[in-house]
């Protein structure tokens, strides 16, 4: 059975850095995306970040882009998301989420596996 846990959320002050893991385990083979997705309280749920494992291609929501990395390191399974100069605006619940699939990553898509979240907290 496919799985994902995340890890590394906090608090920090705008301008600060966190990093976020999704350790992903059971998965067959490497076509599969891995994103990262974001819900503040009262608003929609919206994409941030996601790579498709086997090339390592990346794909970044315009309101991170410059800011949050997201990688992949093959030894360990493990989907990082480092998040930079952190804004009010990035607080929210974390989730990383996975489909099997070929082609770049899309926020757009349905993703089948869902992670259960980790807090960002970011004060002014």
């Known amino acids: 059975q496919e799985q994902l846990v995340e890890s590394g959320g906090g608090s920090v002050q705008a301008g600060g850095s966190l990093r976020l893991s999704c350790a992903a385990s059971?998965?067959?083979?490497?076509?599969?995306?891995v994103g990262w997705f974001r819900q503040a309280p009262g608003k929609e749920r919206e994409g941030v970040a996601c790579?498709?494992?086997?090339?390592?291609?990346?794909n970044y929501a315009d309101s991170v882009k410059g800011r949050f990395t997201i990688s992949h390191d093959y030894s360990n399974n493990t989907i990082y998301l480092q998040m930079d100069n952190l804004k009010p605006e990035d607080h929210g619940m974390y989730y990383c989420?996975?489909?099997?699939?070929?082609?770049?990553?899309?926020?757009?898509?349905?993703?089948?596996?869902w992670g259960q979240g980790t807090q960002v907290s970011v004060s002014a």
């Open positions: 059971e998965f067959t083979g490497s076509e599969y995306s």
């Open positions: 790579i498709l494992i086997s090339v390592h291609s990346t």
């Open positions: 989420a996975a489909r099997y699939g070929y082609g770049r990553c899309s926020f757009s898509l349905e993703y089948t596996y």
